[in-house]
Structures are given as structure tokens and as C-alpha cells.
């Protein structure tokens, strides 16, 4: 049973910085693709990171490029989400999600959320 739980949420000033955690346990083997959305209120939830296990392969939003960064560590066991130079339209719920694709495929496991929150 693969269980994704978020943590590393809270309130932070525009420009400021905050580092997600994504506790992962279960069968890692279920799962090639980690990857991390976002839902403000009243909008769809949206694509933020990515990250491949096999190489460590990452993709990003053009909204967060240059500013987010999505990694794990060396016990595979936590994915990050360092977010930098955040804004106030960063706000939203974020989540950890995982799937069993490696290019593509739909998310298969997601965690409960955190909330982020930007102030101007």
C-alpha cells in the first residue's frame, strides 16, 4: 500500500522561500514518476513538478521555472519541493502525486495536500 503524505506548508511573504516534503512509503516499485500540482481556490488543479526515479529527470510548470525545484533524497523515501522567490499567485493546495509511468500515464497515488500561502 503506497501512502504519500505532504508536509512543509504554511504562510510566507512575497520573495520568500519554503521546502515541501512528500513522505513516501509503501511499494516504491508501484511507481517510476513523482510529481507535485497545485489548486487555488476556484481553479483547476494544475501541473507543477516532476521528477523521474531513473536518472532523476525533472520537468517544471513555465510558471515556477527558475524558481521551484523538485528532488528527492538519497533514501528515495521524500520528495521536496524547494520553492523560491515565491509570489502571491503561488497560493494554492499543494500535493504529491506518483504514477507508474515513466513518460506519461495518469497520477495513481496522491497525497492529502498542504497549504501554501503568499502574502503580499
Known amino acids: 500500500q503506497v501512502q504519500l503524505v505532504e508536509s512543509g506548508g504554511g504562510s510566507v511573504q512575497a520573495g520568500g522561500s519554503l521546502r515541501l516534503s512528500c513522505a513516501v512509503s509503501g511499494n516504491i516499485f508501484s511507481f517510476n514518476t513523482m510529481g507535485w500540482f497545485r489548486q487555488a481556490p476556484g481553479k483547476e488543479r494544475e501541473f507543477v513538478a516532476r521528477l523521474r526515479w531513473s536518472g532523476g529527470s525533472t520537468g517544471y510548470a513555465d510558471s515556477v521555472k527558475g524558481r521551484f525545484t523538485i528532488s528527492t533524497d538519497n533514501a528515495k523515501d521524500t520528495v521536496y519541493l524547494q520553492m523560491n522567490s515565491l509570489k502571491p499567485e503561488d497560493t494554492a493546495v499543494y500535493y504529491c502525486?506518483?504514477?507508474?509511468?515513466?513518460?506519461?500515464?495518469?497520477?495513481?497515488?496522491w497525497g492529502q495536500g498542504t497549504q501554501v500561502t503568499v502574502s503580499s
Open positions: 502525486a506518483a504514477r507508474s509511468g515513466l513518460y506519461s500515464g495518469e497520477y495513481e497515488y
